[in-house]
């Protein structure tokens, strides 16, 4: 395309990119250069609005550093991991990896922080090494211990006590993260959550330099109330209602994977059970695949295990077919969460109240593209 085409945009030097950009009348100053971005040949650096204040990634502080500084994709994963406990009041940790959450939790009755952290990890400790642990709470000394038994690269929350900041340095004690990246991550109060609060739009920037400018995703569901249970009315086989109402615990697990799967690349499909994800199903090109991903992950770690019973499902979009909540009750799940709107919900809510499976509508979707 040549230099005319490149001289359109702000371009990397060798001393990287530059101080100062605007985008869309928004002048943006840079904090630092990363370590690179998605991948290592990619230099990248971040950047925070001119003039602002209040702030949760571009105030944050990293409190330790490793021997390397951030990348791109720890900063996706620190914002993403946000995204999802940011909807708690209570004590909650998403363990992300690549941009998606490989386990997610929020406190249960009295259960501390380290073992809210302990849930998320082990929701799959295969996919949790290496990862990023994000919290909505202070991180104290019980929860750094159990955090440095495993190899952990990045760890973030509003606030550390000094003992588990002594902890996340103890080399020594701790050889295995050498590497780990503490960050204090304020404001997370701040985040927008809910449709109409203010944000800043998503930018995307394609292959030839064009942009798509988006509202960002957020969600008008902000408790049981605005869930509705499944109903529908065809032309031709007539109204369906889910017989099967949901229990109270079974919707607060639907609203907690609801929330978690708005941060869960799509196809998303989001397992849990009393406050847990069991199981994440991501990135698929079909929905059935996406569900059957998710319940084999779950059954390959539960094998003879009885935790997916009376366990909850949230979809990212409606079901097509039945084929999904079929998937579904023979894995033992017994409440779905989906935004409803097919032309074949008939279908759907057919199969549940056949299978004694409860399902409510949330009336949008959460695609995730990220």
């Given at each position: ?153 990045v760890v973030a929350a509003p606030e550390f006590d000094n003992e588990a900041l002594s902890i996340l340095s103890d080399y020594e004690t701790y050889k295995m993260n ?193």
């Amino acid at each position: 395309m040549g230099a005319d085409y490149r001289a359109k945009y702000f371009s990397r030097t060798e001393s990287g990119f530059p101080e100062e950009v605007e985008i869309l009348g928004t002048t943006y100053i840079k904090v630092e250069d990363l370590r690179y971005g998605t991948n290592p040949h990619q230099g990248a650096s971040f950047y925070r609005p001119k003039g602002s204040s209040g702030l949760t990634f571009g105030d944050m502080e990293q409190l330790k550093s490793g021997k390397s500084g951030l990348s791109e994709t720890n900063y996706g994963d620190l914002n993403h991991g946000s995204n999802i406990v940011k909807y708690f009041d209570r004590p909650a940790c998403a363990v992300m990896k690549h941009l998606n959450p490989s386990g997610a939790a929020v406190q249960v009755g009295n259960q501390d922080t380290r073992t809210v952290y302990m849930r998320a990890r082990d929701a799959d400790a295969v996919a949790a090494f290496g990862g990023t642990a994000v919290f909505n709470t202070k991180v104290d000394a019980d929860t750094a211990k159990e955090i440095m038994t495993s190899v952990v690269e990045v760890v973030a929350a509003p606030e550390f006590d000094n003992e588990a900041l002594s902890i996340l340095s103890d080399y020594e004690t701790y050889k295995m993260n050498k590497e780990i990246r503490v960050i204090k991550l304020p404001n997370m109060a701040n985040l927008p959550k809910w449709v109409g609060d203010e944000a800043a739009p998503t930018i995307k920037t394609l292959a030839d330099g064009t942009l798509v400018v988006a509202e960002a995703l957020l969600t008008k569901v902000k408790g049981a109330g605005d869930l509705t249970i499944a109903s529908t009315e065809h032309a031709k086989h007539g109204k369906f209602v889910i017989e099967t109402q949901p229990t109270p615990q079974q919707l607060d697990d639907l609203l907690f994977s609801w929330y978690v799967n708005l941060n869960v690349r799509s196809n998303g499909i989001v397992i849990a059970k009393n406050g847990v994800t069991l199981a994440v199903g991501t990135g698929q090109q079909d929905r059935v695949t996406a569900v059957q991903q998710a319940i084999r992950k779950a059954g390959e770690r539960f094998k003879g295990d009885e935790t997916l019973q009376g366990a909850v499902m949230s979809s990212d979009a409606f079901f097509p077919f039945r084929d999904s909540v079929d998937a579904a009750a023979e894995a033992g799940i017994k409440a779905i969460v989906q935004p409803g709107g097919s032309v074949r919900d008939w279908e759907s809510i057919k199969a549940c109240n056949e299978l004694g499976i409860s399902m409510v509508f949330t009336g949008e979707r959460c695609f995730s593209h990220h």
